[in-house]
T-cell receptor, first 114, second 113 residues
Framework: EPEVTQTPSHQVTQMGQEVILRCVPISNHLYFYWYRQILGQKVEFLVSFYNNEISEKSEIFDDQFSVERPDGSNFTLKIRSTKLEDSAMYFC????????????FGPGTRLLVL | GENVEQHPSTLSVQEGDSAVIKCTYSDSASNYFPWYKQELGKRPQLIIDIRSNVGEKKDQRIAVTLNKTAKHFSLHITETQPEDSAVYFCAAGDSGSARQLTFGSGTQLTVLP
């Protein structure tokens, strides 16, 4: 069964550094999402992406964040200048269609900002 | 925006007993309600979902009920097993837009052998 994949599984970075988290959504899916989960807390929506543009974003997704689909398979989340509070698990998800369709989650990237 | 409340935050049951987790939502436009199971350090895995045109859905030991009028939905697990121990998240979404899922705060279910 196809799965969403993410790399790296863990990333440690210094505050102020840029990080890029990578995701490969399921191949026939059209909608892509990034969520984050701070340790012990709920999953929070960051951004949704369709047809090479952002569909919706949350208040968490400020100017430090950006997303890109650089080629036909990858979907990336960039944090330009990391802060301590960016430390979290970042999940990528994808769905065939929008909103009311099942979203399949990747295994996550655990980001630690020192 | 949508707000999803989930209760209880922790639940311990004896193996073989039933477990019930409840969620409420605020946005009447929401019409898709999935439940995810998350084991420690793993990705959220969809276990069951329900759409607003049905009131109940069952898959083996797992069932979900939806009351659109009251804006609440519940997860029922019968004949619990130790491997059911995990954090369970409810979520709400709207099929009419590209909106994200809004998650509840999670329930740590522990099934005691």
């Amino acid at each position: 069964e196809p799965e969403v994949t993410q790399t790296p599984s863990h990333q440690v970075t210094q505050m102020g550094q840029e990080v890029i988290l990578r995701c490969v959504p399921i191949s026939n899916h059209l909608y892509f999402y990034w969520y984050r989960q701070i340790l012990g807390q709920k999953v929070e929506f960051l951004v949704s992406f369709y047809n090479n543009e952002i569909s919706e974003k949350s208040e968490i997704f400020d100017d430090q964040f950006s997303v890109e689909r650089p080629d036909g398979s990858n979907f990336t989340l960039k944090i330009r200048s990391t802060k301590l509070e960016d430390s979290a698990m970042y999940f990528c998800a994808s769905s065939v269609n929008r909103g009311g369709e099942t979203q399949y989650f990747g295994p996550g990237t655990r980001l630690l900002v020192l | 925006g949508e707000n999803v409340e989930q209760h209880p935050s922790t639940l311990s049951v004896q193996e073989g007993d039933s477990a019930v987790i409840k969620c409420t939502y605020s946005d009447s436009a929401s019409n898709y309600f999935p439940w995810y199971k998350q084991e420690l350090g793993k990705r959220p895995q969809l276990i069951i979902d329900i759409r607003s045109n049905v009131g109940e859905k069952k898959d083996q030991r797992i069932a979900v009920t939806l009351n659109k009028t009251a804006k609440h939905f519940s997860l029922h697990i019968t004949e619990t097993q130790p491997e059911d121990s995990a954090v369970y998240f409810c979520a709400a979404g709207d099929s009419g837009s590209a909106r994200q899922l809004t998650f509840g705060s999670g329930t740590q279910l522990t099934v005691l052998p």
